[in-house]
């Protein structure tokens, strides 16, 4: 793992600062009086959505954070419910100590609900000086800092098969009719054109997101995100319109419409790089890149490329980011070691060990891009940093849980229901909008 110098005295001295004296190098932390770790005999719960191989490379950190601290931990997958079986535990005396939370309308409903500690000084500070404001933003609820972006994603990325599109004779397009075009020449050659994990609502919202930040603008895109303009406004219609013309073109998506309700997110990954693949391109966040690497064993840049989410229309390309956000719930059992494992979360050094291993960005400034294991997602990871304020954050993760982040209800339910029948747009259009105005309770 390579880092700068400046970047691991950084890490030490916030690391150091968040577990009382400790040690930075080959011999590992001591505390002030000896050899024993700060938090040993502590356990922490930590709970997120992540699976597979997500999970697996969160587990690298928490054995990290293990290994400097003394501290045990505990991780539970919640699924894509994670507002619901939080909400449940804390109910029944079994709260987490740790969330990762998926959407900023979670982390702001956990904190209206008063289940969150403010985060540390020593977070805050880490914060300030290290991530671009739009992340403090996105963390804190009324002036107070409760969710801390560990895990960044770049939501504006199409992956694909090098050798589909060249077997095609087809580039990487540049525009979103040119993308279809390209897909449909690939159908020809004998793969369908894009694997769609329509059995996951979430993978919807992200491409209708895209779809409208470039055609609607960045403007209409906060007021549709803040429900300041109705889900039927006309701008959301063409946007619809526009991504029907891919979901109904059977020739377009492996499978049909029915194969792609059946397809989950790795699923729609395994059809692409998988060992019998059936599309020549999936479209998601840079973390394909991690199902493909570690599930399928293609090497990112050469089995696994991607292009930029084209432009549509008129408008600019697009750059939609999410993230998963770490609180710290009042209702832990182990409420300093789980505030001492975000301090530790903060600092280039806890990023640096999912960095090594792929699948992973970081809206952290100070992480060294050298950490990252390949250059296709140094690439990705400087765009995103490079970025700035300027990037849009996730659309649905910005909704009330009930509209965007629900699985079987809201717009998840409601794109799974377009896809499966794309021809009534201002029919869908009117529909999201009840469910919106229910959500956020106009």
């Keep these: 793992m390579m880092r700068r110098r400046t970047t691991l005295l950084a890490s030490c001295t916030a690391l150091a600062l968040s577990l009382g004296a400790t040690a930075c190098g080959g011999g590992g932390p001591v505390s002030a009086g000896g050899g024993d770790k700060p938090l040993s005999g502590q356990t922490i719960n930590v709970a997120g959505v992540w699976s597979g191989s997500e999970q697996k490379n969160f587990q690298k950190v928490l054995d990290a954070f293990t290994e400097k601290t003394g501290a045990k931990t505990q991780f539970t997958s919640t699924g894509d419910n994670v507002s619901t079986v939080v909400g449940s535990k804390i109910e029944g005396g079994n709260a987490p100590d740790v969330v990762m939370v998926p959407q900023v309308g979670v982390l702001q409903q956990f904190a209206e609900e008063g289940w969150l500690k403010p985060l540390s000084k020593t977070v805050q500070k880490s914060v300030d000086t290290n991530y671009a ?103 959301v219609v063409a946007a619809l319109t526009t991504l029907g013309k891919l979901f109904k073109d059977k020739e377009l998506i492996a499978g049909g419409q029915k194969g792609a309700l059946n397809t989950d997110f790795p699923g729609s990954v395994e059809k692409v790089f998988g060992p019998e693949p059936a599309a020549g391109m999936v479209y998601e966040g840079d973390f394909v890149a991690g199902v493909a690497k570690d599930q399928f064993g293609k090497k990112i840049g050469e089995d ?125 259009a009117a529909a999201l909008e009840k469910a919106a105005a229910k959500a956020y309770q106009d």
């Design 133 to 235: 404001d739009v992340w403090k933003n996105y963390g804190s609820v009324d002036g107070s800092l409760y969710g801390l972006y560990f895990k960044a994603a770049h939501k504006s990325t199409v992956w694909y098969s090098p050798d589909a599109l060249d077997e095609a004779g087809v580039e990487a397009p540049a525009s979103y009719d040119a993308m279809l075009e390209a897909g449909r020449t690939i159908s020809e050659s004998g793969l369908a054109a894009f694997s769609v994990a329509g059995q996951d609502g979430w993978t919807l919202t992200d491409w209708f997101e895209n779809v409208y930040l470039s055609q609607a603008g960045p403007e209409k895109y906060d007021a549709l995100a803040a429900h300041e303009i109705k889900w039927t406004d006309p701008s």
């Design 304 to 428: 696994a490329d991607f292009f930029p989410f084209p432009a549509v229309g008129d408008g600019k390309a697009p750059v939609v980011s999410g993230g998963d956000a770490a609180v710290v719930l009042k209702d832990g059992k182990s409420p300093k070691a789980a505030m001492a494992f975000l301090e530790y979360l903060a600092t280039p050094e806890a990023s640096a060990v999912w960095a090594e291993v792929g699948g992973f960005l970081s809206p952290n400034k100070e992480l060294d891009l050298a950490s990252y294991g390949d250059d296709i997602t140094r690439e990705t990871a400087k765009s995103l940093v490079d970025a700035g304020d300027s990037v849009r954050f996730d659309m649905s993760d910005q909704a009330p849980a009930a509209f965007g982040g629900t699985k079987g209800a809201g717009e998840w339910k409601l794109l799974q229901d377009f896809l499966r029948d794309p021809s009534d747009p201002k029919a869908t």
